[in-house]
């Protein structure tokens, strides 16, 4: 199904995981990396189509990830002569997409590229958001930076760390309850901030709290 212009509707899917890392994906018998994506049906809505490929190349079920976000409009690449088929040359001239930015939420084991009897990939890792931009196959370079730096600013702070209260707040190891002696991090040490962003702290804002017990000075800082 082509547009007048002769692009096919597509979707293109982001997958992270709780550390913002994005799923990255081989296809079968290639040393070719890319995101999971794949054609709309007709009477497909873009979301529909979505879930179905997630699955088909991913494994994964609607349970399994939150949609973030998606581009507003559709982004287009075209396809080199090279890689289109001799029947298709003069009418087919590439992909026209709408990407989500998708959260998973089950774990890395829930993922499987042997889902259906026509698998897409062959293997998988993690990467960090931006990498896929300096490996990524030329023609599509220019629609993953759009996509990349569209989505980008929908990207979900990074889970804490277990050891730390919200706001920088830590409770020192061994102490528990009215004994807790808590220490303002550096926010760097406290959560990870998304791509460009910084944090201004506040000067003046100071956290102390009453020593308990004359052991407490003892312990290192």
Do not use: C
């Not at 999971?36 to 179905?52: K, L, N, T, V, W």
């Not at 080199?80 to 001799?86: N, S």
């Amino acid at each position: 199904m082509l547009d007048r212009d002769g692009f096919r509707p597509n979707v293109g899917i982001i997958l992270l995981n709780h550390k913002n890392q994005v799923f990255w994906g081989k296809r079968i018998r290639t040393h070719s990396w890319q995101f999971p994506q794949g054609g709309i049906d007709r009477g497909e809505s873009p979301e529909q189509a979505m879930f179905r490929e997630l699955h088909e190349e991913v494994g994964l079920h609607p349970e399994h990830v939150r949609i973030v976000a998606r581009t507003r409009d559709w982004l287009r690449y075209e396809v080199p002569d090279r890689y289109i088929r001799r029947d298709a040359r003069g009418h087919y001239r590439g992909q026209k997409q709408i990407w989500y930015l998708l959260q998973l939420l089950g774990h890395d084991w829930d993922l499987n590229l042997r889902a259906t009897n026509h698998p897409e990939f062959d293997a998988w890792r993690w990467n960090e958001y931006w990498v896929p931009l300096d490996v990524v196959v030329e023609f599509k370079r220019g629609v993953y930076e759009l996509a990349l730096t569209e989505l980008a600013r929908f990207l979900p702070r990074p889970e804490p760390r277990n050891r730390f209260l919200r706001g920088g707040m830590r409770v020192r190891d061994g102490e528990t309850g009215s004994d807790a002696h808590l220490a303002r991090l550096p926010p760097s040490a406290s959560y990870e901030l998304p791509p460009g962003a910084t944090f201004e702290p506040d000067p003046h804002l100071v956290v102390t709290a009453p020593m308990t017990s004359s052991t407490d000075s003892q312990k290192p800082n």
